[in-house]
């Protein structure tokens, strides 16, 4: 596996690939890998041809007063991980390479960005997503490029950036890996002490509970939201935001029939954490 600061590095890399004739795939990740990660390098190993992984904590998709200074780096770990997941090359950029002196441009995906983390981290966190991700797929032009299902909305804000811009690219949302008592990977997990971790993993749990009571029959958005909830309640954790809405376009739903996404969003010790669930009810 290679390690490429600049993008005239990996244009030249993806260039030879493609008159090789070989596909290429985009794993975009701000790195401190876990399982989930590994998953995204994983499926792009399978499915692609020339793997490439980027690596780089976009400080535009931080608000102020979130932990973009505390955020885990540690970059050799990270490409033993990634190069054992089968990646080819690592793009590791610093912040000037990725923003140059003078840089102007962002991107805002309006309608689905104003609601859930949009509402709670501010508009800024996806207009700094969708900006980094349209640059890295401009980079890169993956044939391929892979999101975790657990930013369920970023991966909905990324499809309408592509579907809007034209981008030639497929967008693969890989299942969201969980520890064993189900907690939901993600880099923010070191900062659970032990006591918030065990209370992390009801956030799971509240989710198991919404789908059973779908898979009892429930249908009513506010019984399937309350039925999450308690379990929350009962593990003292106040979520962000806890809301069932269409998976499709986050528009809010009072019936579970079609796909519906429950989504939560939740601070347990120092760690925001976000989980989420696609409920359907089944006649
Ligand atoms: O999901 C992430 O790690 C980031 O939001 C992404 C997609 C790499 C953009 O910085």
């Known amino acids: 596996m290679r390690i490429l600061r600049t993008v005239a590095d990996v244009r030249s890399a993806v260039r030879a690939a493609r008159a090789e004739g070989r596909t290429v795939g985009l794993v975009p990740t701000m790195g401190a890998f876990h399982e989930g990660h590994l998953s995204l390098i994983r499926a792009a190993r399978a499915g692609t041809d020339l793997v490439v992984v980027s690596l780089f904590v976009n400080p535009t ?73 349209t640059k890295l797929l401009q980079i890169v032009a993956p044939d391929t490029a892979y999101f975790g299902q657990k930013d369920a909305q970023q991966v909905l804000v990324v499809r309408r950036v592509v579907r809007d811009l034209d981008i030639p690219v497929r967008i693969e949302a890989c299942p969201i890996v969980r520890e064993p008592d189900g907690l939901a990977m993600s880099s923010r997990n070191v900062y659970l002490d032990a006591g918030a971790r065990a209370r992390a993993a009801h956030i799971n749990r509240a989710l198991d509970a919404a789908e059973a009571a779908v898979a009892a029959g429930e249908t009513d958005a506010a019984a399937v939201v309350a039925a999450a909830r308690s379990v929350l309640d009962a593990a003292g954790i106040e979520p962000e935001y806890l809301e069932l809405r269409s998976a499709g376009d986050l528009a809010p739903v009072d019936t579970v029939d079609d796909a519906a996404l429950l989504a939560v969003a939740a601070r347990v010790g120092a760690a925001r954490l976000i989980d989420n669930r696609i409920l359907e009810a089944h006649a």
């Open 61 to 133: 998709q931080f608000g102020a007063g979130e932990d973009l200074t505390a955020y885990p780096r540690d970059e050799a770990r990270d490409a033993e991980l990634a190069a054992g997941a089968g990646a080819d090359i690592l793009f590791a950029p610093a912040v000037d390479e990725v923003y140059p002196h003078g840089f102007a441009t962002s991107i805002h995906v309006s309608g689905i960005t104003d609601v859930l983390c949009g509402a709670t981290r501010g508009p800024g966190h996806f207009d700094g997503v969708a900006t980094v991700v």
